[in-house]
């Protein structure tokens, strides 16, 4: 009875003694967990940026297909990294101005609105994807739902849209509606620094239409207002043309006489000679 008393002591005073070690041990996991976590999750964060950083440095080592193929790789791995849409672009990019594979851009810009539609960055892909649809695969009637859409979503360079939404309207030869595109930009933002191009293309349709005098009255605005601008000599020549075409041969030849800067000097001269061969059979007429 003794031993048996003496045995349960002891195996008492064992379980207590393991007790508070055990604890002890519980607890020190717990913390070392909750001071590891963090470190971790930062660890994880530093992850992505670094993969970016080293993407950036085979791009400035020229080895482009290396660098991609890390971009992807960051994407791919960590879509919710704050870095991720940014790495996503640059893959765009490369695609588009380095590889020159447009569709496989296209693809990975418009990935970027899917996956990130309130990014910063998907203004830029937008541009770019508009960009590759119009200059590139030349389907314009895509390129105006494009930059109607970028119209539509931001406040930012809506002159520049308007004005590529007419640009893609002209090369449809939708003459009219390319006309009356670039009379809305110039209605909504006609201090726009597109205002020289836009009376010089205008002016052109203009006089597509037959609407002579409001094509002078254009081309006009623009000799008057911006004697800077490279469209202004062409317009000067457009102006006499349209003289000549009324047969006010003198008052049209005065005017090609005075384009001394024309970027086309021989075709000045054959114009002036023609014209005074003209002026002289007209005299002998009379």
Not at 37 to 51: A, D, E, K, N
Not at 67 to 76: F, G, N, R, S
Request: with cysteine; glycine share 2%; net charge positive.
């Amino acid at each position: 009875m003794k031993k048996q008393l003496k045995q349960q002591t002891l195996d008492q005073q064992r379980a207590k003694s393991k007790k508070p070690r055990c604890c002890w041990l519980i607890l020190s996991l717990v913390l070392l967990a909750v001071v590891a976590w963090p470190v971790y999750q930062r660890y994880r964060l530093t992850v992505p940026q670094q993969l970016y950083n080293q993407g950036e440095k085979l791009e400035s080592l020229g080895q482009i297909a290396a660098a991609q193929k890390v971009y992807q790789q960051l994407y791919q791995q960590y879509p919710q990294a704050e870095i991720a849409p940014a790495a996503l672009l640059r893959s765009g990019s490369i695609w588009q101005h380095d590889r020159r594979q447009d569709q496989q851009a296209l693809r990975n810009y418009l990935q970027l609105e899917h996956d990130y539609p309130d990014n910063p960055l998907v203004q830029t892909a937008r541009e770019e994807a508009a960009r590759i649809v119009k200059y590139s695969l030349r389907d314009y009637s895509r390129a105006i739902e494009f930059y109607q859409h970028l119209l539509d979503s931001t406040t930012a360079r809506q002159d520049h849209y308007r004005y590529e939404i007419a640009d893609c309207y002209f090369r449809l030869d939708n003459y009219v509606q390319a006309r009356i595109e670039l009379e809305i930009l110039q209605q909504r933002y006609p201090q726009t620094e597109l205002l020289p191009e836009l009376l010089y293309r205008k002016g052109g349709l203009l006089l597509l239409e037959k609407r002579h005098d409001d094509a002078r009255r254009d081309w006009q605005q623009l000799i008057d207002q911006f004697p800077d601008s490279p469209y202004r000599v062409q317009a000067r020549f457009n102006l006499a043309k349209l003289l000549e075409e009324d047969d006010r041969l003198e008052e049209a030849l005065k005017q090609y006489q005075q384009l001394t800067d024309l970027p086309q000097p021989l075709i000045l001269e054959e114009k002036i000679e023609h014209l005074k061969q003209r002026i002289k059979k007209k005299k002998k007429v009379i």
